[in-house]
């Protein structure tokens, strides 16, 4: 298993500013996965980040507004750009650890732009 | 591409029923599957994998089946009680890939 440890929990935050969320997991993973998940919807994949690499985005998403780092196998950041209310979600960090190819999610961050 | 459904939306009971939540998937090549449970507003916590070659998972009153070819899940709680109630969203991995795509979820009220 994996426990991720996910900041902000929740922030509200002027329109046009931007926020960076942290995940932190206890053990080295190759691939980190960052969701969002609108109201009242499902969840989305934004991107798949690999340490040492650039993120992959899923179509809608782009770096320049959902910037990602992964410095080290263990630690993420997704930083949503330029906010709109539009970007009120929850957002979500998972990991797939290699021994065993089961999801585990951190709390979320639940982000409203006002 | 994949598509996940879950059917119902919402489901509302006495407690002490046994209650069953459905899933189906378009692809039937997926590598497992899991159902997860969201407390309004938090992170989802996994409840349940299934692997592509199995049948079922239990854990404790849950109970996952699947059927691969037809590309059906359900998700059978018994004895339910209050606390049982969250969303339950059901994800499928598709083979070859760490990606899950999600249904809508089904939104269980178990009243006292």
């Known amino acids: 298993s994996a426990v991720i440890s996910q900041k902000p929990s929740r922030d509200i935050c002027q329109r046009g500013t931007s926020l960076t969320i942290q995940c932190q997991v206890d053990?080295?993973?190759?691939?980190m996965f960052w969701y969002r998940q609108q109201p009242g919807q499902s969840l989305t994949l934004i991107a798949t980040a690999n340490q040492g690499s650039e993120a992959t985005y899923e179509s809608g998403f782009v770096i320049d507004k959902f910037p990602i780092s992964r410095p080290n196998l263990t630690f993420s950041t997704l930083t949503v750009s330029n906010m709109s209310p539009e970007d009120s979600s929850i957002y979500l960090c998972?990991?797939?650890?290699?021994?065993?190819?089961?999801?585990?999610f951190g709390q979320g961050t639940r982000l409203t732009v006002v | 591409k994949q598509e996940v459904t879950q059917i119902p939306a919402a489901l509302s009971v006495p407690e002490g029923e046994n209650l069953v939540l459905n899933c189906s998937f378009t692809?039937?090549?997926?590598?497992?599957l899991q159902w997860f449970r969201q407390d309004p507003g938090k992170g989802l916590t996994s409840l349940l994998l299934i692997q592509s070659s199995q049948r079922e998972q239990t854990s404790g009153r849950l109970n996952a089946s699947l059927d691969k070819s037809s590309g059906r899940s359900t998700l059978y709680i018994a004895a339910s009680q209050p606390g049982d109630s969250a969303t339950y969203l059901c994800a499928v991995m598709n083979s070859g890939y760490s990606t899950l795509t999600f249904g809508k979820g089904t939104m269980l009220l178990v009243s006292p």
């Open positions: 998972s990991v797939v650890p290699g021994q065993v190819i089961e999801a585990f």
């Open positions: 692809d039937s090549a997926i590598y497992n």
């Open positions: 053990s080295q993973v190759t691939m």
